[in-house]
C-alpha cells in the first residue's frame, strides 16, 4: 500500500534569487517494511528527483547533489517542492511509516551589488598645505 504527501513550492520569500538546497534532515518512524521516499523536484524539472528511503526510525539525512571530490555541491533553484511517498506491506495493517519532521537546509545566492575603487593620493598637497603639515594639525 502506499501514500503520498506533496508539501507545495517553497522559494523562501526570494521568487527571484537562486537558492542552494543542501541537505533535507528527516525524522520518522520506519523500518524495512513501511518505508518513506523522499524525492524533490525545482521549478526547472517536471519530475520528482529521489533523494533516498527512510528505512529505520531517527534521523536521516539526505544530501543534494552528486558527490564530486568529496563534497556536495548542492542542488540551485528558485523553487523547489518536495513529496513524501509511504509505502507498508499490505499484510501488515500496524506497521505505518510516520513522518515526524523534515527540516530543510539551504543557501541564499544574494547577486553582488557593483563596487567601485577610489585611488585618492594622500601625499599631495591640500588647500595648500604639504602632506606633513596636515599630520602636525
Known amino acids: 500500500e502506499s501514500a503520498y504527501l506533496d508539501t507545495g513550492e517553497f522559494d ?4 527571484s534569487y537562486t537558492k542552494i538546497a543542501n541537505a533535507i534532515l528527516v525524522r520518522a518512524k520506519a523500518s524495512r517494511t513501511a518505508t518513506i521516499e523522499v524525492s524533490y523536484r525545482t521549478s526547472s524539472t ?3 528527483t529521489s ?20 563534497i556536495m555541491p548542492g542542488t540551485s533553484f528558485k523553487t523547489i517542492e518536495f513529496r513524501f511517498d509511504f509505502y507498508r506491506d499490505a499484510g501488515d495493517v500496524s506497521a505505518a511509516p510516520i513522518l515526524e519532521s523534515a527540516v530543510f537546509s539551504y543557501l541564499k545566492l544574494i547577486p553582488a551589488y557593483h563596487s567601485y ?6 601625499q599631495a598637497p591640500y588647500a595648500g598645505k604639504s602632506d606633513n ?3 602636525s594639525m
Open 133 to 135: 603639515e596636515h599630520k
Open 117 to 122: 575603487v577610489a585611488k585618492i593620493d594622500l
Open 51 to 70: 533523494l533516498g528511503i527512510v528505512t529505520s526510525t531517527g534521523e536521516t539525512q539526505f544530501l543534494f547533489g552528486t558527490e564530486a571530490d568529496g
Open 46 to 48: 517536471t519530475g520528482f
Open 12 to 15: 523562501a520569500g526570494l521568487t
